[in-house]
């Protein structure tokens, strides 16, 4: 089965740090394009960043500098490793597979996993 | 970046209506956008990529069509299971954007 299963979310403070994990089966993370897209509270969706299959990576302006995104190949594993952490990176944050096509859609996403910022 | 504007904000509509609804992008996006479906709790749901393909799976009453900057989500006849919060996503220079959604409602 094609699933994706994220971990790793929490309580943190302002200013701390946390890594998120993405767990996937039944495809390859390296040979696609893998991403995190986030849902604060009550809101609408915001990309994150992308690793692409060539090992690429970007970010949205709202975390650069302050996410890295890897993963490992041998463990078929997603990560997002967030710094400096901030009240408003609190959200779900999913990881998703991105189609190579025009539109580069989310096909598979995992559940999601909660992160909150606060003292 | 390329914004995308979605209208309606949100729209009451009955079991077996025709429900439309509107993506503008700030510029053209050529046929790069996709609409997704999202239920209380749950993770997005892929409905349509590249603006008119159905992704497998998708009941046929769902349909996408438009290209440039002007793009249309259709449920030809609304049933129950699609109440819920719909998305377009666009795109762009390595750059992914959503709209601000649709919510879906009984009327």
């Known amino acids: 089965e094609v699933q994706l299963v994220e971990s790793g979310g929490g309580l943190v403070q302002p200013g701390g740090s946390l890594r998120l994990s993405c767990a996937a089966s039944g495809f390859t993370v390296s040979s696609n394009y893998m991403s995190w897209v986030r849902q604060a509270p009550g809101k609408g969706l915001e990309w994150v960043s992308v690793i692409y299959s060539g090992g690429s990576t970007y970010y949205a302006d709202s975390v650069k500098g302050r996410f890295t995104i890897s993963r490992h190949n041998s463990k078929n594993t997603l990560y997002l490793q967030m710094n400096s952490l901030r009240a408003e990176d609190t959200a779900v944050y999913y990881c998703?597979?991105?189609?190579?096509?025009?539109?580069?859609?989310?096909?598979?996403w995992g559940q999601g996993t909660m992160v909150t910022v606060s003292s | 970046a390329i914004q995308l504007t979605q209208s309606p904000s949100s729209l009451s509509a009955s079991v077996g209506d025709r429900v439309t609804i509107t993506c503008r992008a700030s510029?053209?996006?050529?046929?790069?956008l996709a609409w997704y479906q999202q239920k209380p709790g749950k993770a997005p749901k892929l409905l349509i990529y590249?603006?008119?393909s159905l992704e497998s799976g998708v009941p046929s009453r769902f349909s996408g069509s438009g290209s440039g900057t002007d793009f249309t989500l259709t449920i030809s006849s609304l049933q129950p299971e699609d109440f819920a919060t719909y998305y377009c996503q666009q795109f762009n220079s390595y750059l992914w954007t959503f709209g601000q959604g649709t919510k879906v409602e009984i009327k």
């Open positions: 510029q053209g996006i050529s046929s790069a």
């Open positions: 590249d603006a008119s």
């Open positions: 998703a597979r991105a189609l190579i096509l025009s539109s580069h859609a989310f096909d598979i």
